[in-house]
C-alpha cells in the first residue's frame, strides 16, 4: 500500500527555513502504531494526519517521534497548505481536534495562512521550579506556565539569543516544556523554545506556544496585533493578533517535498 505524504517548511518564505512538518490525508485513520512508526521514522519535530469528515473539514492528529501530541501550530499550517494547494478554489477548512476543539483555518491574500486558535495566556507564578533556576544559563526576569510549556520571560533580546539549557533538568519538568522570550528590536517580541520533555531538543517553529506568547506580550506592550520571530537556528515569522478568547496566527509555508510511503 502507497501513502503519499507532503514535507511542508512552515512559517517561512524560502526553503530550508521556519519548521518542517510532514502531513498525511486519507480516506481512514491509520492505527496508532502505524502513525507513531511514521512519525518516528520522518524523524521530524511532527507528523500531522488527517482524515475528512465532511467538506472543507477535516479530524487532525499530531504525532511527535515518540508520542501524540495535544496541539501543534506549524503542522496545522503545513497540513492547511497542502490542502489549499490540492482544491484552489478552496478559501478555508476547519480542522478538528479532540484537546483543542474547531480551529478555523483560512488562506489570506499575501499567500499566509491563517489560523484561529484558542487564547491560552500564561499565568506568573512565584515559586519558580528549581529546574527552570538550575537548567537555564541566564535567570529569568519573570516566570509564568500554561498548559503546555513555563514561559522565561527576560529583560534583553540578547538573553534568550545566548542562553543555553540543561537537558537533564528540564526534562524533569514534563509533560510541560521551556519557551524564552523578550521584547526585540527588529519584532515586537522573540523567543526560542525547548522540549526535552516530549523527546525534542530545540523546536524551530513552535506555532501552538504563541496561543500564549501573544496575549502576554499584547498585555506588555499594550497592542493586539503583534509580529513575532522564533530565534531558533532556522528561524520563523509568525503574525499574531489577540482577538478575546482566541488567538489569530498567521504564516507562509512552502514545500519541501512530495512523495509516497510504502506500507
Given at each position: ?19 518542517p512538518?510532514a502531513?498525511?490525508?486519507t480516506?481512514?485513520?491509520l492505527?496508532e502504531?502505524k502513525?507513531?512508526s ?18 472543507n473539514s ?11 501530541i495535544?496541539f ?6 503545513a497540513t ?6 490540492k ?14 476543539g474547531?480551529l478555523?483555518?483560512?488562506?489570506k491574500?499575501d ?8 487564547n491560552r ?5 512565584v515559586?519558580?521550579?528549581i529546574?527552570?533556576a538550575?537548567?537555564l544559563?541566564?535567570q ?9 510549556a513555563?514561559?522565561?520571560i527576560?529583560?534583553n ?8 539549557y ?14 524564552v522570550s523578550?521584547?526585540?528590536t527588529?519584532?515586537?517580541?522573540i523567543?526560542?523554545y ?11 517553529v ?5 496561543t ?6 499584547a ?9 513575532a520571530?522564533q530565534?531558533?537556528?532556522?528561524g ?7 482577538k478575546g478568547?482566541?488567538?489569530?496566527i498567521?504564516g507562509k509555508?512552502?514545500?519541501?517535498l512530495?512523495?509516497?510511503i510504502?506500507l
Amino acid at each position: 500500500m502507497k501513502i503519499k505524504m507532503d514535507i511542508i517548511d512552515a512559517f517561512t518564505s524560502k526553503p530550508f527555513q521556519g519548521n518542517p512538518a510532514a502531513v498525511i490525508i486519507t480516506d481512514d485513520w491509520l492505527s496508532e502504531d502505524k502513525m507513531q512508526s511514521i512519525a518516528f521514522e520522518n524523524n521530524l519535530s511532527e507528523t500531522a494526519f488527517a482524515v475528512a469528515y465532511n467538506q472543507n473539514s477535516y479530524n487532525i492528529r499530531w504525532f511527535s517521534p515518540f508520542a501524540e501530541i495535544a496541539f501543534c501550530g506549524h503542522a496545522t499550517l503545513a497540513t492547511a497548505f497542502v490542502i489549499f494547494e490540492k482544491n484552489p478554489e478552496t478559501q478555508s477548512v476547519i480542522f478538528n481536534a479532540e484537546s483543542v476543539g474547531d480551529l478555523m483555518v483560512g488562506r489570506k491574500s499575501d499567500n499566509s495562512i491563517e489560523m484561529n486558535f484558542p487564547n491560552r495566556e500564561p499565568e506568573l507564578i512565584v515559586d519558580i521550579p528549581i529546574e527552570i533556576a538550575d537548567g537555564l544559563s541566564i535567570q529569568p526576569s519573570e516566570v509564568l506556565i500554561n498548559q503546555q510549556a513555563y514561559f522565561a520571560i527576560y529583560e534583553n533580546e540578547s538573553d534568550v539569543m545566548f542562553v543555553t539549557y540543561d537537558r537533564e533538568k528540564l526534562v524533569k519538568l514534563g509533560p510541560r516544556d521551556v519557551v524564552v522570550s523578550a521584547m526585540s528590536t527588529e519584532h515586537d517580541f522573540i523567543s526560542r523554545y525547548f522540549w526535552p520533555a516530549n523527546g525534542g531538543d530545540e523546536d524551530p517553529v513552535t506555532g501552538s506556544i504563541h496561543t500564549g506568547l501573544a496575549p502576554y506580550w499584547a498585555k506588555k506592550l499594550g497592542k493586539s496585533v503583534l509580529n513575532a520571530y522564533q530565534a531558533s537556528a532556522r528561524g520563523g515569522k509568525l503574525h499574531c493578533e489577540v482577538k478575546g478568547d482566541r488567538v489569530i496566527i498567521s504564516g507562509k509555508a512552502v514545500k519541501y517535498l512530495e512523495g509516497f510511503i510504502n506500507l
